[in-house]
């Protein structure tokens, strides 16, 4: 799919998109995924870190021993996650992430990079990622960062997408009633007492992940597949 | 904002990144407010090598604390760390800006 302005596509298909579920969203998110809080675990005490597109801030607080730096695009998500105190999260662009590059130990971008609907801004995103992690050299190993996308073959999911499907869609995010009451924008449908937002998603093949990574100039160190998710652990070349 | 994230701030810009005007980020108008967390002694001991030292002191006397070392402690005691944790940890930027030296850009900060 050739979209013409991915920036303006993304602002209205995105970026409002989570503007408007904010509250609902987070009211849904608050269970850590297993391997997401295995990498953060796994971090030696005093470890600093990014999480870029961290939404509202679940990640913030599962490791008490390491600092994480959380940022998203949307404000009012930000708003939510400003609630964990022993961290701090901001509003950034994971394109122009406000950081100084190859000084964190470790990033995770968790379910954010299938939001870009270009090959172009996807890499662009990675790289971001890959420029703040320390640089590997011959006394340490440098930093590692974990991402985390949708997976196109998710047939048992409630989704049902599969092999050979269409990998750029639109996703309904249904709010619910008691979500609802300022919800009143451009972007939805009114049904019955449902605003229903379409969220753009480009949905991942197999192998694509490492192959953006790749593209993008890291290495990937480790990869798998969990719950219709592809993820990659992978850093910056020597 | 804490301190400690400004040690890892610099302007968004990729033009900026490599001018070292671009860091640290210059507060303007900064107000600030002490919280109480707990003490970490050996996170304060780790993330001590991690910290752009040079960049700290400049941020530290822009917000009035001007009693750090001149160079970085190689290991701190445990009057240096408690210290250490009230700027670093404690100190919350609640108002103000961030505002690029090569640049001219601002970061709001409203908490």
Redesign the interface.
């Known amino acids: 799919m050739e979209i013409v302005n991915p920036e303006e596509y993304e602002a209205s298909h995105v970026h409002r998109v989570y503007e408007h579920i904010a509250p609902h969203f987070s009211a849904t998110r608050f269970k850590p995924w297993p391997i997401v809080e295995k990498f953060l675990c796994d971090l030696?005490?005093?470890?600093?870190g990014l999480d870029v597109g961290c939404g509202n801030g679940k990640y913030l607080s599962v490791n008490?021993?390491i600092?994480i730096?959380g940022s998203d695009r949307s404000p009012s998500l930000i708003g939510i996650a400003?609630g964990r105190?022993?961290q701090?999260s901001?509003v950034?662009?994971a394109l122009?992430?406000?950081?100084?590059?190859s000084?964190?130990?470790f990033a995770i971008s968790i379910a954010v990079i299938h939001h870009f609907s270009s090959l172009e801004r996807r890499c662009h995103a990675l790289r971001s990622i890959l420029a703040t992690l320390k640089v590997p050299n011959n006394s340490s190993d440098g930093g590692r960062a974990l991402i985390y996308v949708w997976a196109l073959e998710q047939k048992k999911s409630r989704r049902g997408w599969d092999e050979g499907d269409r990998q750029d869609v639109f996703v309904p995010w249904v709010m619910s009633k008691q979500f609802s009451t300022s919800a009143k924008a451009k972007g939805s449908q009114q049904n019955g007492q449902e605003l229903t937002y379409m969220r753009y998603y480009h949905l991942y093949r197999k192998g694509e992940l490492e192959a953006d990574i790749a593209r993008a100039g890291g290495r990937v160190l480790e990869s798998g597949y969990e719950k219709d998710n592809w993820w990659a652990i992978c850093s910056p070349v020597k | 904002?804490?301190i400690?994230?400004t040690n890892?701030?610099?302007?968004?810009?990729?033009a900026c990144?490599s001018h070292p005007n671009s860091?640290p980020l210059h507060f303007r108008d900064a107000e600030l407010q002490q919280?109480s967390?707990p003490f970490?002694a050996?996170?304060?001991?780790?993330?001590l090598p991690?910290i752009?030292w040079p960049a700290l002191l400049t941020t530290a006397a822009e917000l009035g604390f001007t009693n750090l070392p001149a160079e970085k402690p190689d290991t701190v005691d445990e009057k240096a760390g408690m210290e250490l944790h009230r700027i670093l940890?404690e100190t919350q930027v609640v108002e103000g800006k961030l505002v690029c030296g090569n640049c001219g850009h601002d970061?709001r900060i409203n908490?």
């Open positions: 030696p005490i005093g470890a600093i008490p021993d600092f730096v400003r105190e022993t701090d901001l950034a662009d122009d992430l406000p950081h100084p590059d000084r964190f130990d | 904002m804490k400690l994230t890892y701030l610099t302007c968004a810009l990729r990144k860091f919280d967390l970490n050996a996170f304060i001991a780790n993330i991690r752009d940890i970061m908490e």
